[in-house]
């Protein structure tokens, strides 16, 4: 298969052919330096395709673990929101000091019952010392790989040992993620999912046929729960619903919240929030769009990068209740982004667009112009 | 001369064919949902080159006009910008409730001394009643252009009835570009040109030796400013520069002052300001970037857009000098952006990428990977 927006290798050599010939007499074409390697869906299915999600998700982890480390190093700018009575258009914007990206995000509820994705992702990375974006990439199914990748990582740290069993509550688009990241990262074999419309667990089921996990249907949220160490609760309805009730929180449990992320949308009652170690990425954000929107905003919360350098203790006993409280949060799109960069060249699966003006001469843009009349 | 990144019609239709045929047994191609129309520099070119630079600038203003005229209405974000020792990248987001835009761009004074452009630029246009994004485009000559036309419609409200010369300070990659906006918008049919490299000005001189106006290469700022209505400074320099002196400006002047558009980097003397009726685009930027930083924060100014609506006066009396202190505003790109949209059909210069995922079932992403795998 050829990718639709595929340069043809010959029109790359032309140009570089055209661009060194002295004598050409053919308009210049855009140097080197004018080209930015974009990563369209079809290519970063391909990348998926090619690495394997579950490699390609363990190796993103990494990513994220590494950017976590360094946290303190990180510009975290709040995300730039522009609210509509649809939905809202989101910037997320960060940098290391080394490299900047940032994503755009769209969040639209009633989108899906008028035939478009709820949400759509692209973003793009940056060389911090002289402002060139050196890739641009969608983000719909990166983000979907980076947030399962989080979760494991979080999981990593804060899961019982030995975890073998997770319950899924909520099998849409994020629950093949979530499944194959914690069976590479955390070493799960079991799923027992749980939907409200047996078609979405269905075609999790399906999907996941051929993962080596053991895959439960269940037909209730209390069904799906029993004997899971790890419960990932990953719904959309935007409200305030209450997927886990208190009763149906045992001791020594890791539960991995994904859906309560933003203003409004939350899915565990607030007793279990009060029973567990709340661990969360960014609390200024956490607070505003997580399940802690819930609790007061001095509700003691550990970040999960202190966790990962050592500086506090994640699990520290046996019958404690861990909360991972995700949001998703821009430095994880970031390590996503520079996963997926440091792949181009292993995988040769991109284009490249001349987004970036470059001139022979910084000062004659009108040249340019003028001479592109041929 | 072909587009580098042109899609082939022919791919077009294949994957139209290959959505519509139930009997396909290849890997499914992105649908018309998915894809996002994207003008390259080398289009980008080629609208100019199709409509004419001078033309575009004109319609370009009406749009910047429009957009003026309903400025209550539009969501006006301060710049997200992330600074570094070398430079800044920022984001320009707006919106006017129906589209949405953002312009990324970046600032890197010492990018030229290595052979990179001081400013590159791309932006976005999206639908926010679904957050799509239906436009990507390049934006450094774009921003070259919107910058002319928002500096000439400014002048047609401002500047003397009956403008004929226009004394240009800075000969720079902006300087065409003002003197062909000022000739098609203002009327002017003189330009005289100064800056501290002569070469700067033959490169002027040669681009704009077809354009009908008379131009004339001038020694010095003083020989230049002579019998000008109009005085544009343009200058590139980042410090606090003296590009006029007092005793330069006569009464009767319209100055556009363009180079003075980020903290330290100013053009014109304090005392200037002080003899000026001064109009800008948006108070809280123009304070920190124009060349009012110079002055106490609570130094009277106009809004733009409260000339063009006609909520407050322009230009009062032939003696009195207008200055315009742009520095460059988000809704501006908005209008270059909406201003491009429109021309795609037209023109046919732009290519498709497919940015966005649009799997069958929006809950089935992974489902989506797994069919690519064909």
Avoid at 131 to 141: A, F, K, Q, R, W
Avoid at 159 to 187: D, Y
Avoid at 287 to 303: F, K, S
Avoid at 347 to 357: N, P, Q
Wanted: glycine content about 6%; overall charge negative.
């Amino acid at each position: 298969m050829q990718s639709a927006t595929r340069l043809p290798d010959s029109a790359l050599d032309e140009m570089t052919a055209r661009k060194a010939n002295p004598m050409n007499k053919l308009p210049p074409l855009p140097s080197k330096l004018a080209m930015v390697p974009f990563v369209s869906v079809d290519n970063m299915m391909r990348i998926v395709n090619t690495i394997g999600a579950r490699k390609m998700m363990a190796e993103m982890a990494q990513y994220i673990e590494a950017d976590f480390r360094k946290w303190e190093e990180f510009d975290k700018t709040p995300r730039v929101a522009a609210h509509s009575k649809e939905g809202v258009i989101e910037l997320m914007p960060t940098s290391d000091g080394e490299m900047y990206g940032f994503k755009y995000v769209n969040g639209h509820p009633a989108n899906m019952a008028r035939g478009f994705q709820t949400v759509t992702a692209f973003g793009v990375l940056a060389r911090v010392d002289n402002g060139y974006p050196i890739m641009l990439s969608e983000m719909t199914v990166l983000t979907a790989l980076r947030t399962a990748a989080t979760s494991a990582l979080a999981a990593r740290y804060l899961a019982p040992k030995g975890s073998r069993t997770m319950a899924m509550i909520g099998n849409g688009a994020q629950c093949e993620f979530q499944a194959l990241a914690f069976q590479e990262i955390v070493g799960i074999d079991t799923v027992r999912l749980y939907d409200i419309d047996p078609k979405a667990t269905q075609k999790a089921v399906r999907n996941l046929a051929e993962s080596g996990l053991s895959v439960v249907s269940c037909s209730s949220s209390e069904e799906a729960v029993t004997g899971a160490q790890i419960v990932t609760t990953c719904t959309a309805d935007k409200q305030y619903a209450t997927i886990l009730t208190d009763n149906m929180v045992g001791p020594g449990i890791h539960i991995n919240a994904i859906g309560g992320d933003c203003p409004g949308k939350t899915e565990l009652h607030k007793d279990i929030l009060l029973r567990s170690n709340i661990f969360v990425e960014y609390p200024p954000q956490t607070r505003i769009e997580g399940e802690i929107q819930q609790l007061n905003p001095d509700h003691p919360v550990t970040e999960l990068w202190q966790v990962i350098t050592g500086a506090t203790q994640g699990r520290i006993s046996v019958d404690q209740i861990t909360l991972f409280d995700s949001v998703g949060f821009a430095t994880e799109d970031f390590s996503a982004l520079r996963y997926v960069y440091d792949q181009l060249e292993r995988t040769g699966h991109f284009v490249e667009l001349d987004m970036i003006a470059d001139p022979d001469d910084p000062r004659d843009l009108f040249g340019m112009l003028q001479r592109a009349k041929g």
